[in-house]
């Protein structure tokens, strides 16, 4: 399978949700598979909150592969030999497309910091349709995401009806509850009460532990208590000192490695952003009510949750199932039984890949 | 009702489950109500995490009266016309018994710091019980606490067999498990995350972002995400602007608040020591199975959970009625039908004042 990794450049503004713009910007995106000559075989795929465009394929020397590389590739669900498929790096991300320590104006040696206007989740789908409109690309096949790459989707569906034939978000909301936006706030004040972050000033580079301690806060909601039962017990480290006050349990240990990582790859101040975009999430934003929002969508709709999710619960996803019933949209829900936690739309794909490909196939259009 | 407060101290040493010891050590306490002739109308009253001996009343002046003050007093279903109710601050804490922030040797203007041995539950109880010996007191009519209280009163029961006559743990559970260790551990590596900790050797009164931050993380499972929803939804702060990043939803704002509150009443170091006892509790160590350990417990005990607590589930306080009816234990076991979390056992004591008042009375012995 061919990865290719391009980036797009935008000299006209940018309008956001705040009222801000962005001027110049740019998307970094990576593309699998073949556009076929009607353009009618593109399906994209949007990211979750660390996520980036390089949701498959192995870079030359990589050991890891795309993030979704279980479901995307030749003769996979996503099937590459049938589908062009794109993921782009969402604005306020780190991995090239535009974000809060990119330059103000190119060759201005100002990054933005903490005057990077506050992005929304309607922004991300905006610059992606533009892009979209830029690569001649009229309809899309389908838009698939999970957690803040399913709030994408669901927003795709609301702002550009009958743009994608199939809307499948993932493990995700409606509108971010108080729960969530808590979490998030955990997170954003302990990045923020690390002295280095010096306030979104950090020095480029700087090992911020504020941000590796915040990610630990992210991975208590990605997994499920009983998940965690399961992958750690109360084995301690063989050694470590069961009465020293830093020895670790296995769990421990666990956090410490992945929280300690997170820092030499993702960016703070983008954290911040994303975060804050996350929290708020509002289908109903700007709309009268609820109704009106899902009464938007004109595309077939397909919900995918999982039934042990304890960041985006099913009960969220079986909302929206009620609200596009209420408003007589066209909407299928699934749920996945399954105690893993709410990384499974990552880790258990073997448990879904199936109904995605069904639904890309066209085989549960009988069922609306 | 009549509030003492008082500080015992000791020279003997005390021996510690690490195999290290505390000389001189200290612990201070508050009782209410009068010690009968008989010595036996003693009720033993243990704290959670961030608690302390003043579980009732109030002091002159003080706005607010002790954590449990809806349930012990005069006339309240722990009652102080009847009872003479006991509360210690734990060893470890930071409320007056001897911990990491006390002087080595008294006068020698050295403080433990990380130097303090680690702490657990074991040693916790063991403090308590040479006070009560110390106290002439030779036979509780009960020891009853939540959340790590509960995690006390169960050690209690197994250490001190026939010591009590009733054993009510509360929102607790047997065995820490992996997810709340990982819990734990975020909040600790917050803590370490803040230079100002200066590992451990931070400025006595010195402001801690890193201990405001990790008390927003404690904070996320102290109710539960429905009761987020009640008490919050997703409203705005008034004054601060929607598109501003560092702009607050009302439920930010009540973690920022408390969270900010916490390093002005509570130690840094001693809250890394208590969690380490909690993620450390473990009734099995030093049996060779739970059986075995349940097996020593001799008095009636009264398990006491909550439905939507988060924190220590029901399933784990079902497990110990499981384990004790395996060995033969009188044990009742009581689920409080409540969506509130696990801050039930302070916040929702209406729902389970009544049990408590029935327990003392003794009008549940004939369910044994």
């Known amino acids: 399978m061919k990865i290719e990794t391009k980036l797009a450049k935008f000299t006209k503004p940018l309008y956001l949700e705040s009222g801000r713009l962005l001027e110049p910007w740019q998307i970094k995106y990576e593309t699998y598979g073949e556009l076929n000559e009607n353009k009618d075989n ?29 479901l995307i590739g030749d003769g996979k669900a996503i099937d590459t030999k049938k589908y062009f498929v794109i993921c782009t790096n969402v604005i306020g991300s780190c991995f090239g497309s535009t974000g809060p320590m990119s330059e103000i104006y190119p060759g201005s040696n100002e990054r933005y910091r903490l005057k990077f206007p506050v992005i929304t989740i309607k922004d991300m789908v905006k610059a992606q349709k533009i892009l979209l409109d830029f690569l001649g690309i009229k309809k899309l096949k389908a838009v698939i995401g999970g957690s803040m790459g399913g709030m994408q989707a669901l927003r795709l569906g609301i702002d550009f009806p009958g743009f994608a034939k199939y809307i499948i978000p993932i493990a995700t ?101 994303l975060l804050k975009a996350i929290s708020l999430f509002d289908v109903g934003r700007g709309f009268n009510s609820l109704e009106e929002a899902f009464s938007q969508i004109k595309d077939k709709m397909f919900l995918i949750s999982f039934s042990g999710d304890t960041l985006f619960f099913p009960e969220e996803m079986r909302n929206i199932k ?47």
Request: glycine share 10%.
């Open 42 to 70: 593109v399906i994209l795929i949007t990211h979750a909150l660390s996520g980036s465009h390089h949701a498959a394929g192995k870079y030359e020397g990589d050991r890891k592969p795309g993030w979704w590389d279980g």
């Open 173 to 273: 909301t409606y509108q971010t509850r108080a729960y969530v936006i808590a979490i998030n706030k955990a997170m954003i004040e302990t990045i923020r009460a690390d002295k280095d972050f010096k306030n979104g000033n950090y020095e480029v580079g700087a090992y911020l532990k504020g941000l590796a301690a915040a990610r630990m806060i992210g991975y208590l909601n990605y997994i499920s208590p009983s998940t965690f039962d399961k992958k750690f017990g109360r084995e301690y480290v063989k050694t470590d000192g069961m009465f020293e006050l830093f020895g670790r349990f296995q769990v421990e240990s666990y956090l410490e490695y992945n929280g300690a990582m997170f820092p030499k790859w993702f960016d703070a101040l983008s954290y911040i952003y």
């Open 322 to 368: 009620k609200y596009m019933d209420k408003v007589g949209g066209r909407c299928q829900y699934y749920e996945i039984d399954s105690d893993y936690g709410h990384d499974s739309f990552l880790v258990e794909i073997d448990k879904f890949s199936n109904l995605i490909s069904d639904i890309l196939e066209g085989e549960l259009d009988d069922r609306f």
